[in-house]
Nanobody, 119 residues
Framework: QVQLVESGGGLVQAGGSLRLSCAAS????????MGWFRQAPGKEREFVAA????????RYRDSVKGRFTISRDNAKNTLDLQMNSLKPEDTSVYYC????????????WGQGTQVTVSS
């Protein structure tokens, strides 16, 4: 199993920045990639960004491209999301997740961290 713990959420004004972190523990050697997802009240959870654990290939949802940067530190088993130029519509609970294969759904999840962007 993999355990994930997020940190770094908070309240920020529109145009500001926040950096989210996710600490992974347990069977981290089994990780294929890790991602960030978010869920706003009354909405479905949506994909934000992901990165492969080996190789560091990244992908993003269109609405965050150029504003958010996902990165990982394999030695420290951490995943980060640098969020710049934040907008009120970025307000959500952000979750990190991991999976063991590209053929699998993300099956390990953190508890989530709240990001609130005020206008």
């Amino acid at each position: 199993q993999v355990q994930l713990v997020e940190s770094g959420g908070g309240l920020v004004q529109a145009g500001g920045s926040l950096r989210l972190s996710c600490a992974a523990s347990g069977r981290t050697s089994s990780i294929y990639d890790m991602g960030w997802f978010r869920q706003a009240p009354g909405k479905e959870r949506e994909f934000v960004a992901a990165i492969t654990w080996i190789g560091g290939t990244t992908r993003y949802r269109d609405s965050v491209k150029g504003r958010f940067t996902i990165s990982r530190d394999n030695a420290k088993n951490t995943l980060d999301l640098q969020m710049n130029s934040l907008k009120p519509e970025d307000t959500s609970v952000y979750y990190c997740a991991s999976r063991s294969s590209i053929l699998q759904n993300y099956n390990y999840w953190g508890q989530g961290t709240q990001v609130t962007v005020s206008s």
